[in-house]
């Protein structure tokens, strides 16, 4: 079946330091969708991306999706302690409406 | 206010009771689906419907039914509780089966089976 993977699971970062937590899908993705979980709460939306290539930016945050349509990316420039909480990419296989997640990355931050 | 509400929020059963974990939404959302949430697994798909009537599998559906008679709620029975169904069960609901506005998630439900 599907399989999307995270990495990595953990990342620990000085305030005001960017990161960049990746997935990789083992099929190709009609979509990939990037979820936040703020601890002890429940999954928000944050995007979408669709097209090959495609790359947004919500502030400091940048998401891209590769050109193969297998793998995305999320920047976090100058990391804030709003920013803590688990990062999860998601994506839909093509006709399929099973959104499949990944195991998601833990940001903690330093002040 | 809008969104998804489940209920209950906490809940701890023992085994090989049976039990129907509550999730309605009023966005008028044709998709709803189930997932469990286990630590270090992400959250992994239980049921999903794509319109009342509808449902189908999803990744980990054994021990769990569910039903759609309406738009509106989309329950999730437990048959016979068991110790490895302990977990955080989020619903979540979106426009279309693709999420293009993304998913909309409950705010959970905490389980424990013991």
């Known amino acids: 079946g599907q399989q999307v993977m995270q990495i990595p699971q953990y990342q620990h970062v000085q305030e005001g330091e960017d990161f960049t937590t990746y997935c990789n899908s083992s099929t190709t993705l009609s979509n990939i969708q990037w979820y936040k979980q703020r601890p002890g709460g429940h999954p928000v939306f944050l995007i979408q991306l669709v097209k090959s290539g495609e790359v947004k930016k919500q502030k400091r945050l940048t998401f891209q999706f590769g050109e193969a349509k297998k793998n995305s990316s999320l920047h976090i420039t100058a990391t804030q302690t709003t920013d803590v909480g688990t990062y999860f990419c998601?994506?839909?296989?093509?006709?399929?409406?099973?959104?499949?997640f990944g195991a998601g990355t833990t940001v903690t931050v330093r002040a | 206010n809008a969104g998804v509400t489940q209920t209950p929020k906490f809940q701890v059963l023992k085994t090989g009771q049976s039990m129907t974990l509550q999730c309605a939404q009023d966005?008028?959302?044709?998709?709803m689906s189930w997932y469990r949430q286990d630590p270090g697994m992400g959250l992994r798909l239980i049921h999903y419907s794509v319109g009342a009537g509808i449902t189908d599998q999803g990744e980990v559906p054994n021990g769990y039914n569910v039903s759609r008679s309406t738009t509106e709620d989309f329950p999730l029975r437990l048959l016979s509780a068991a110790p490895s169904q302990t977990s955080v069960y989020f619903c979540a609901s979106s426009y279309s089966g693709t999420g293009r506005n993304g998913y909309t998630f409950g705010s959970g439900t905490r389980l424990t089976v013991v």
């Open positions: 998601a994506g839909h296989k093509g006709g399929d409406y099973k959104l499949s």
């Open positions: 966005m008028n959302h044709e998709y």
